[in-house]
Every structure is written in structure tokens, then in C-alpha cells.
């Protein structure tokens, strides 16, 4: 429960400066490096949802890679062709390829197994900002326990 309440917050998180447009309605895109998970897009549904309930109708974009690390990038090639308002990176690996594929799309970045600070992705845990001209909108990591 507190994972799905983790990915709903994530989800919100770069919306949030737009709750005060009750018509705003965006698009995300995701691409998930593992198995295709119904579960994942509607937990970010939900979250949009919570934020602001006229994030009902964003679109999301997902692809899945089922655990094929060679379809990452083209899939993610292929998601920010679509040309989303934030890109939802899963992991590391996705995170490189998004920032590689696009340097306009602010990126949310979660599951992090790597120090987003040291590698060069944000200015600091507080205020991620961009790094150059790279967008990096915020952090969580899922695995861990937040009360």
C-alpha cells in the first residue's frame, strides 16, 4: 500500500504547479524496463487523479520493454516523440536514455539504485533543477518505507 501511495505522489509531483488550471490536461510518458503493468499506469492514474481531479483525463503514454534492456531507448525514443508534458523514468538506465532522447521534457525519475546527485543527474536532493540544459524534476525511491 505504501508503494502504490509512493507512485500516486510521484505522479502529481510535476503537475503540481498547475493545479490552479482546473482544465489543464496533460500527458505523460513512461516506459516501464520490465513486464507490461496495468497496475503501474493506473496507480499513476490515481495520482494525477489526487492531485488535481482534472488530471483524470492525462494521457499516459507507456511502452514496456519486458525486460529487454536493448528496447529501453527506442522505446523511449518512441514515447518522447509523442511529445509528453513530464517523462516518468524507472530506474538509472531509463533516466540516461530519456535524458539522451530529450532535453526539454522534465523528467521525474524513481527506483533509483544510484546517488542522482553524484552521477551529475540533479543539483541536489532538495532542489533538483536541471543540470546544463537537462530537466530532472524529483526523486523517490519506492523500496524504501515512508510513514
Do not use: H
Not at 514515447?79 to 530519456?98: D, E, K, S, W
Amino acid at each position: 500500500m505504501k508503494r502504490r501511495n509512493s507512485l500516486q505522489l510521484l505522479a502529481a509531483m510535476p503537475f503540481a504547479p498547475l493545479t490552479v488550471r482546473a482544465q489543464a490536461v496533460g500527458k505523460v510518458g513512461y516506459v516501464n524496463p520490465g513486464p507490461r503493468s496495468d497496475e503501474r499506469i493506473e496507480t499513476l492514474r490515481s495520482g494525477l487523479k489526487l492531485a488535481n481531479p482534472a488530471f483524470a483525463q492525462t494521457e499516459i503514454v507507456s511502452e514496456s520493454a519486458n525486460g529487454d534492456p536493448d528496447q529501453v531507448a527506442p522505446l523511449i525514443a518512441r514515447v518522447m516523440a509523442t511529445r509528453p508534458n513530464v517523462f516518468v523514468a524507472a530506474g538509472p538506465a531509463a533516466l540516461r536514455q530519456a535524458r539522451q532522447a530529450s532535453d526539454s521534457v522534465p523528467i521525474v525519475a524513481y527506483d533509483f539504485e544510484t546517488d542522482p546527485v553524484g552521477e551529475g543527474y540533479a543539483q541536489s536532493l532538495a532542489r533538483p533543477g536541471g543540470v546544463g540544459d537537462r530537466s530532472f524534476s524529483g526523486r523517490t525511491d519506492l523500496r524504501r518505507q515512508v510513514d
